[in-house]
């Protein structure tokens, strides 16, 4: 849409579902701990409740069912020369992961 983008990473969810939040929240911390010179914001730029596949999922679903998060990226990344963008995924992947088991250790207990 021709805007400019007031962050680095943003992660979507809706905050009504308190799986997505924690995860979420895992994740964030994950990405300063790793990347801290990274602008990593929640439901930004847009709703994570809005409609799209995740919503579909929800209304479908219970939510210790799914958890659906959305990544958005800005693009800046992705068409900066060299090795950033597939370091940038590593970073992401890494982190996402590292989320993910917390979220499961935490879901266990």
């Not at 919503?55 to 020369?81: C, D, T």
Request: net charge positive; charged share 30%; proline share 6%.
């Amino acid at each position: 849409d021709g805007k400019v983008r007031n962050a680095d990473i943003g992660l979507l969810y809706d905050p009504a579902r308190p799986g997505e939040v924690d995860l979420c929240e895992r994740w964030k911390t994950e990405l300063k701990v790793c990347a801290p010179s990274l602008r990593v914001r929640r439901n930004y730029p847009y709703a994570g409740k809005d409609d799209g596949l995740t919503a579909w999922f929800r209304r479908r679903l219970s939510p210790g069912a799914y958890v659906g998060i959305e990544l958005e990226i800005n693009q800046k990344h992705v068409i900066r020369p060299g090795g950033h963008w597939a370091e940038l995924r590593k970073i992401i992947i890494e982190t996402l992961s590292t989320a993910l088991a917390g979220h499961c250790a935490g879901i266990s207990k």
